[in-house]
């Protein structure tokens, strides 16, 4: 299985620019989460999932937006680009089946706004 | 403000020593977990305690929750050179969200 893959690995955008962060799992998860993470933050929540058709905002959600139209996929975009966005984004998948379950987190993807 | 709150920020021992991180947070939970950060990589998972448990171990860990106080501890024993990197805890909080909400981390560097 591959888990939860992120496409692209790097971007550089200029100012403005809109662009979309794909995110995709193959493990049937409910819970789909996009992290950001800042130098001295840790991992802040931007938006997230509990299934298809359902998303909501995290704790830093301006700027972006995200839908899940199905359960393996949940793209987020940026809808804008501004330099205060350049970060590492996470994706992660959880199965909300059970409670108490761990998250399965992607590689990053690594966003420079010019 | 995030749920939890780490403590140190950095670590640096001697291989072989312990390290011990804490973390805190503020409002009810499910349960606790720890997740492992490899420098330019993902966070892996490395342990999960709920919240009527007090204490837990997998291998090397040990991680323990007083909810009373709203904290807990990552306890690494006999460290490796290998076990260099940041750790996160990481909050499930009451209702079911799915959502995790993590600390700001604790980088350990095990020098050997």
């Known amino acids: 299985n591959a888990g939860v893959t992120q496409t692209p690995k790097f971007q550089v955008l200029k100012t403005g620019q809109s662009m979309t962060l794909q995110c995709a799992q193959d493990?049937?998860?409910?819970?789909m989460s996009w992290y950001r993470q800042d130098p001295g933050m840790g991992l802040r929540l931007i938006h997230y999932s509990v299934g298809a058709g359902i998303t909501d905002q995290g704790e830093v959600p301006n700027g972006y937006n995200v839908s899940r139209s199905t359960t393996e996929d949940f793209p987020l975009r940026l809808l804008s680009a501004a330099p205060s966005q350049t970060s590492v984004y996470f994706c992660?998948?959880?199965?909300?089946?059970?409670?108490?379950?761990?998250?399965?987190f992607g590689q990053g993807t690594r966003l420079t706004v010019v | 403000s995030q749920q939890g709150e780490e403590d140190p920020q950095a670590l640096s021992i001697q291989e072989g020593e312990n390290a011990t991180m804490n973390c805190s947070y503020k409002t009810s939970i499910n349960n606790l977990q720890w997740y492992r950060q490899n420098s330019g990589r993902g966070l892996v998972h490395l342990i999960l305690i709920r919240s009527n448990e007090r204490e837990k171990h997998s291998g090397r860990l040990r991680v323990t929750l007083d909810t009373s106080k709203k904290s807990s501890s990552l306890l690494i024993t006999a460290s490796r050179a290998a076990d260099t990197a940041s750790y996160f805890c990481?909050?499930?909080?009451?209702?079911?969200?799915?959502?995790?909400?993590f600390g700001q981390g604790t980088t350990l560097q095990v020098k050997p």
């Open positions: 990481a909050t499930d909080g009451s209702g079911n969200t799915g959502k995790l909400i």
């Open positions: 493990m049937n998860h409910e819970y």
């Open positions: 992660a998948s959880r199965t909300g089946w059970g409670g108490n379950t761990e998250a399965f």
